[in-house]
């Protein structure tokens, strides 16, 4: 049971050219989230899925875009990179919906990501 | 909106010290709420967690008290080792359904 995994661990990028973050689950959930995490800014949702074919926007999902074909894969797309979207990229997953009462979120290893 | 507030960092304390990180909350109807650790290089993962007033959620000797009337959640550990030395994160879950964390917080425990 591997848990939650992330591809790939470390990214660099140039301004403009595209690339997919690839998250995985092994645990069944049916809920998945990406998250941006920077320094002094804690973790922010980039968007999240409550099920396989379903999206939803986050907090800052501007120059992001997200699939969810199957149930255990959600992918993050970043269209044309720009040196503000550099950051650590971490997916999550969880039983249920956040906000039931209790539901906890499962975190992968994450993606740097440095755009130049 | 909902939003969390900890405690400004670092946070440098010796082998066997008292920790405390304080983390208040701002939130519409009742929440749960957790705090969540992230060691060195790796992904967040649970540390404990309250669903409603006055629970208390412990794991690996830290505890943290669910205070509805004065809105924090504030973290506690009688003696803290070195291997606790991580970036803590306090979060809530509301009725929008989504998980709002706080800023973070760097522990460093020195031997």
């Known amino acids: 049971n591997a848990g939650v995994t992330q591809t790939p661990k470390f990214r660099v990028l140039k301004t403009g050219q595209s690339m997919t973050l690839l998250c995985a689950q092994d645990?069944?959930?049916?809920?998945m989230y990406w998250y941006r995490q920077d320094p002094g800014m804690g973790l922010r949702l980039i968007h999240y899925?409550?099920?396989?074919?379903?999206?939803a926007k986050g907090e800052v999902p501007d120059g992001y875009n997200v699939s969810r074909l199957k149930k255990q894969n959600f992918l993050l797309g970043l269209e044309s990179a720009a040196p503000s979207q550099t950051s650590v990229y971490f997916c999550?997953?969880?039983?249920?919906?956040?906000?039931?009462?209790?539901?906890?979120?499962?975190f992968g290893p994450g993606t740097r990501l440095l755009v130049l | 909106g909902n939003s969390v507030t900890q405690m400004e960092g670092p946070v440098t304390l010796s082998e066997e010290a008292f920790l405390t990180i304080n983390c208040t909350y701002t939130?519409?109807?009742?929440?749960?709420l957790f705090w969540y650790v992230q060691y060195p290089g790796e992904g967040l993962q649970l540390l404990l967690k309250?669903?409603?007033?006055?629970d208390k959620g412990s794991n690996k000797g830290f505890e943290a008290t669910y205070r509805k009337e004065t809105t924090s959640f504030h973290l506690e550990k009688g003696s803290v080792q070195v291997s606790d030395s991580a970036v803590y994160f306090c979060?809530?879950?509301?009725?929008?359904?989504?998980?709002?964390f706080g800023k973070g917080i760097t522990l460093s425990v020195r031997p």
């Open positions: 999550a997953s969880s039983p249920g919906l956040a906000g039931g009462p209790g539901e906890t979120q499962y």
């Open positions: 645990m069944n959930h049916e809920y």
């Open positions: 899925s409550v099920g396989e074919g379903t999206t």
């Open positions: 939130a519409t109807g009742y929440p749960s």
């Open positions: 309250a669903t409603k007033a006055d």
């Open positions: 979060a809530l879950s509301g009725a929008n359904s989504k998980l709002t």
